[in-house]
């Protein structure tokens, strides 16, 4: 998935900065001592490092495609916030032409954000819940 960094972490290597682009492997995931994922991303000229959701952006228009799909064949969006407001998680549950249910899942605050822009364009309702 190719994602963009939008946090400098040039300390770590010098080509880690704003606007770098590169690749995330999602099957390496990996989680801190205080359990925020991290995502293996390789960018070119730099070694492959664990960076957390939170310090990119994904650019993969292949993701953003699936994911409008998602929200187009959409059934029910709901978007959790902790009971002083912050964000938890968004899901999705949508069921395609085949009658067969998917649910998407996000725990990451920007691509909920985006989500949620993507989901007024077409007019779907999106349930805020406390939890």
Request: glycine share 6%; aromatic share 8%.
């Amino acid at each position: 998935m190719r994602v963009k960094l939008i946090k400098d972490l040039s300390q770590y290597d010098k080509h880690l900065v704003v606007g770098a682009e590169g690749i995330a492997r999602e099957e390496k995931i990996t989680f801190t001592a205080w359990e925020q994922p991290m995502v293996e991303v390789k960018i070119p000229g730099a070694v492959a490092l664990p960076i957390g959701w939170n310090a990119l952006e994904i650019i993969d228009k292949k993701f953003w495609k699936d994911r409008e799909r998602d929200i187009k064949q959409a059934i029910k969006i709901i978007l959790v916030k902790g009971p002083r407001g912050g964000f938890k998680y968004m899901r999705i549950w949508s069921v395609n032409r085949s009658c067969v249910e998917r649910i998407y899942t996000t725990d990451i605050k920007h691509e909920a954000e985006k989500l949620v822009l993507i989901a007024e364009q077409y007019h779907k309702l999106v349930i805020e819940e406390v939890q």
